[in-house]
């Protein structure tokens, strides 16, 4: 039984297009929108570390609604980190600016997988708090929450920090697979019960982000990852709000990431739409998929790029998609210019 309470938002074109609804418009948010690229945003974080920010409700529900009174987005996502869960939990951790989340004591053995603390909702307390504060801030605009997927949070864990290669990972995966299983379940309850706290506050959609697994070969994930994310899925079905699965560099990973029980699938900007379709099978909405990097390109290249992926989507709807969601095929790049999102945004309506 769902212990859920939702606003009912049934004119929200992001909700309709995740659904399978016909909705009034494109609907189009970006990932990363609250963020670096905003002077709002620099203003407001000045002198304030990013965990510090993301345990602050005010700030949280501040910094969250930016990009939504600057370009006017069809959905807000909630400002966060993948570690706050984990920071939450009790775990010894820090995001070192230019550096990313850098871990105190990485987790390598079995014995410290043993010892990794549980999450409890009111350690998150101060998101949900945030949450709060948005929902009745932003009237008729739905809210994502998100969090990390087991597989990324499992990577900064066993190295420590950021990796380009993840060899602890992997070598704890191939070495030591009951300890790298142990090690995703401890973090998979950990996702699942800082999503619940999300949806019980109120948010209207969830997005798991897996941003490593492309590292990954398929045979690798569907073994140690896809039961994990399978999971958190199955876990959250209850909530009846659209659930969303992305990963950088997963254009190999699309079909398995289809089986782990989202509702959409994100792509990245590799895999044209109708590709990612025809690998992830019918029934399930895109999100997706501009390049990041043309959104330094100037608005003839800007407006070329964003008619090509709305062509493939409404080809890939004819394939068998539910719905299209604009977006990036990754996060907003830290320098770049506000005005071509808030143009962007305009020609996705227009369109």
């Known amino acids: 039984m769902s212990t859920y309470t939702r606003r009912r938002l049934t004119d929200a074109p992001f909700l309709a297009a995740a659904t399978g609804g016909r909705p009034s418009r494109r609907p189009v948010w970006f990932m990363r929108q609250a963020?670096?690229?905003?002077?709002?945003?620099?203003?407001?974080?000045?002198?304030i570390g990013m965990l510090e920010s993301c345990f602050d409700p005010e700030l949280v529900c501040e910094i969250t609604m930016q990009p939504i009174r600057r370009h006017k987005v069809d959905a807000a996502i909630l400002f966060s980190d993948i570690v706050v869960p984990l920071k939450a939990a009790g775990i010894d951790l820090d995001i070192v600016p230019g550096v990313g989340p850098v871990v105190a004591a990485p987790v390598r053995t079995a014995s410290d997988v043993r010892t990794l603390p549980r999450l409890r909702p009111e350690e998150v307390g101060a998101v949900t708090d945030g949450v709060r504060l948005l929902v009745d801030a932003l009237g008729e605009t739905p809210l994502i929450g998100f969090a990390g997927a087991p597989f990324t949070l499992a990577s900064y864990l066993v190295e420590g920090g950021p990796s380009k290669?993840?060899?602890?990972?992997?070598?704890?995966?191939?070495?030591?697979p009951q300890t790298w299983h142990e090690l995703l379940g401890v973090l998979t309850d950990i996702t699942i019960e800082f999503l619940r706290a999300q949806l019980t506050a109120g948010?209207?959609?969830?997005?798991?982000?897996?941003?490593?697994?492309?590292?990954?070969?398929?045979?690798?994930?569907?073994?140690?990852?896809?039961?994990?994310?399978?999971?958190?899925?199955?876990?959250?079905?209850?909530?009846?709000?659209?659930?969303?699965?992305?990963?950088?560099?997963?254009?190999?990973?699309?079909?398995?990431?289809?089986?782990?029980?989202?509702?959409?699938?994100?792509v990245d900007w590799r895999v044209p739409l109708t590709e990612a379709i025809r690998r992830i099978g019918p029934g399930k909405a895109l999100q997706g998929n501009l390049d990041p990097a043309v959104l330094f390109a100037g608005p003839?290249?800007?407006?070329?790029?964003?008619?090509?992926?709305?062509?493939?989507?409404?080809?890939?709807?004819?394939?068998?998609?539910?719905?299209h969601i604009f977006n990036l095929g990754h996060g907003v790049l830290p320098e770049?210019?506000?005005?071509?999102?808030?143009?962007?945004?305009?020609l996705v309506h227009e369109l």
């Open 35 to 47: 963020g670096r690229s905003l002077p709002e945003y620099r203003e407001v974080r000045a002198g």
């Open 165 to 176: 290669n993840h060899e602890r990972t992997k070598a704890m995966m191939y070495a030591e």
């Open 203 to 266: 948010v209207d959609a969830v997005q798991l982000f897996d941003s490593w697994a492309g590292a990954l070969t398929l045979a690798d994930y569907r073994s140690f990852v896809l039961p994990h994310s399978e999971r958190v899925f199955a876990e959250l079905a209850d909530a009846g709000v659209p659930r969303i699965h992305f990963g950088v560099g997963t254009g190999e990973l699309l079909g398995a990431m289809g089986e782990a029980g989202a509702d959409v699938v994100g």
């Open 300 to 323: 003839t290249a800007l407006e070329s790029q964003v008619r090509r992926i709305v062509r493939e989507a409404d080809e890939a709807i004819t394939l068998g998609a539910a719905g």
């Open 336 to 346: 770049t210019d506000p005005g071509a999102l808030t143009a962007l945004v305009e």
